[in-house]
Structure formats: C-alpha cells, structure tokens
T-cell receptor
Framework: AQSVTQLDSQVPVFEEAPVELRCNYSSSVSVYLFWYVQYPNQGLQLLLKYLSGSTLVESINGFEAEFNKSQTSFHLRKPSVHISDTAEYFCAVSDLNSNYQLIWGAGTKLIIKP | DTGVSQNPRHKITKRGQNVTFRCDPISEHNRLYWYRQTLGQGPEFLTYFQNEAQLEKSRLLSDRFSAERPKGSFSTLEIQRTEQGDSAMYLC?????????????FGPGTRLTVL
C-alpha cells in the first residue's frame, strides 16, 4: 500500500533564507503528487500538484517542487521565505492502488524566524 | 462562492453520546469527502460521495460512523456511541468532478472532543 513520509515535523528557517521540505512516497506506480498548505486557523488549500509532463511544478507564491521518480520524492522548495509562509505543509499522493484516494504525510510545520 | 463550510466548528461530548456534523460543499461540486485528522498526523480518508451516492468507505470507518448526502448537496457525518478515541478534527472537502487529478477544497473542520 502507498505511504507518504515527511521526515521533518518542524523546519525552522530565517526569513529570506531558502527552505526545502522533504516528501518521499513508497510506491512508484504511476502517481499524482500534491502539496497542500494549512495557514494558521485556516483550512487546507492546494499549493501545487504534479500530474504529468514537466517534473518541475511551481506555485504562484514562489514555491516549486520536483518529481523525482527514481528517488520516489517530491520535495518542496522556496529560494527565499517570508514570514507569511508560516504554515503547515502536507504532501499527498494518489495512485491506482489507493483507488486514487489521497494518502497524506504527517505534515511539516514551517517556522520562520525573523 | 463561499467555500466549503462545516458546522459546528467545535463539539465537546461525553463518551457514549451521539454527535452529528454537517458539511456544505462548494455549490455544483459533485464529489464530497470526509477525512479525520489527529494531532501530528495528516488527514485520513473516511468516505466519499459522488453526488448522493456513497461510493467508498475506509476500513477505518467503524459501524458507529454513518454518512449521508441527501440530494447530493450538503452531507452529514454521524458518530454513534462516541468513544475517547474518536476525538479528532473531522474535515470535509469537495471537488468539481471527482477525477483523480481534481483539486480538493477543504472546509475549516469540526474539532470533536470526547470526554
């Protein structure tokens, strides 16, 4: 069965520094990959997703993630974080084995230090 | 478009009581999902509806849990004879057509505390 691992429960980083949030999944069967973000006191919202094509996908607020099939990874990166990026970030995967239901990681809290 | 709404936002109940939560999806979204999220974990899929039909239930969903979506609009999730282990955030999401690449739009959740 598919599983998703987000090894870092918290990532503290200084404002304007780069950040990488790691996501690995277990099954390399054809997958769809998602990053959702939860800002304080708000519901989950889609940040970006990989469906097919270019392995690098970008969000409107400067985040990007790269699908790496050989590493079964979908790490999220931003070259320069802002205080407004403070949130919890969840990686999710769907595939045929999960009947295309989303399988979620445990989340990573991004803590921006001023 | 007011987004997905859930009521109540918080519910405190005593063990053994029944509780019901409501989810109002984005209008014209055909698919509706229920998830459960416990502290330090990501959401866990419980069940989903395509219009009014409940198409899949997770093995996590015990017989004490029941969900409905009459007329394919709002949905309710009922938990009978609540247990302390039911304490969690219950999330509802909707999507336009339910395809595997669809974006799911989440509500703010209902936090259940069972004493």
């Amino acid at each position: 069965a598919q599983s998703v691992t987000q090894l870092d429960s918290q990532v503290p980083v200084f404002e304007e520094a780069p950040v990488e949030l790691r996501c690995n999944y277990s099954s390399s069967v054809s997958v769809y990959l998602f990053w959702y973000v939860q800002y304080p006191n708000q519901g989950l919202q889609l940040l970006l997703k990989y469906l097919s094509g270019s392995t690098l996908v970008e969000s409107i607020n400067g985040f990007e993630a790269e699908f790496n099939k050989s590493q079964t990874s979908f790490h999220l990166r931003k070259p320069s974080v802002h205080i407004s990026d403070t949130a919890e970030y969840f990686c999710a995967v769907s595939d045929l084995n999960s009947n295309y239901q989303l399988i979620w990681g445990a989340g990573t809290k991004l803590i921006i230090k001023p | 478009d007011t987004g997905v709404s859930q009521n109540p936002r918080h519910k405190i109940t005593k063990r053994g009581q029944n509780v019901t939560f409501r989810c109002d999806p984005i209008s014209e979204h055909n698919r509706l999902y229920w998830y459960r999220q416990t502290l330090g974990q990501g959401p866990e899929f419980l069940t989903y509806f395509q219009n009014e039909a409940q198409l899949e239930k997770s093995r996590l969903l015990s017989d004490r849990f029941s969900a409905e979506r009459p007329k394919g609009s709002f949905s309710t999730l009922e938990i009978q004879r609540t247990e302390q282990g039911d304490s969690a955030m219950y999330l509802c999401a909707s999507s336009p057509s339910g395809g595997p690449t669809d974006t799911q739009y989440f509500g703010p959740g209902t936090r259940l505390t069972v004493l």
